[in-house]
């Protein structure tokens, strides 16, 4: 028996497994304990605090096979969102057993429905995978005209420090 679930607090042990299996398949190593314990108590505070909604797929012996997160973030608003109200899904991921077999796709069309029906979110957005790109395209998902960038800054006592704006900036 296969039960699609929404997470509670009991899980965030397994979600931060199923969050390291993801960071592992795209090449990044997850074993570092420290992320593991921020990761646990990060889910244990939204969950608990509703601030994040997760559902997993649960398999008849307990074991989570599938997750996908959603959150509602207040962004300013703008044009294309007067309200700001913006929702994002992550950690999309499967275990290697149980991959094609439709699981992470009812996580997402469960988060997708609590977007909808219990959330004012006018935009969700997402980064794909090229493994997961055509499923979120079959959702309505489209590629954006501005790609991410990202920036890593370093903490005020390890890094360089900008003495100047870049030219144009006041």
Known sequence: MVNIRRATTADTK??????????????????????????????????????????VTEISNGQLVAAALGE?????????????????????V????H???????ACVRQLLDWFRSETE??????????EGSNMYREFGFEARPYPAMRLRVASSTEGTELTSAPSGIA
């Open 72 to 92: 509602v973030n207040h962004d300013p608003p703008s044009p294309s969102n007067p309200t700001g109200i913006r929702g994002r899904i992550s950690n999309v």
């Open 94 to 97: 499967t275990a290697v057993g």
């Open 121 to 130: 979110v006018a935009d969700i957005d997402l980064f794909a995978t090229g």
């Open 99 to 105: 991959r094609r077999r439709g699981y992470a796709r």
């Open 14 to 55: 397994a979600l931060v497994e199923l969050r390291a299996l993801m960071f592992k398949s795209m090449g990044r190593n997850a074993e570092d304990p420290a992320w593991r314990s921020q990761a646990e108590s990060w889910f244990t505070r939204k969950i608990a605090g509703g601030e994040a909604l997760v559902v």
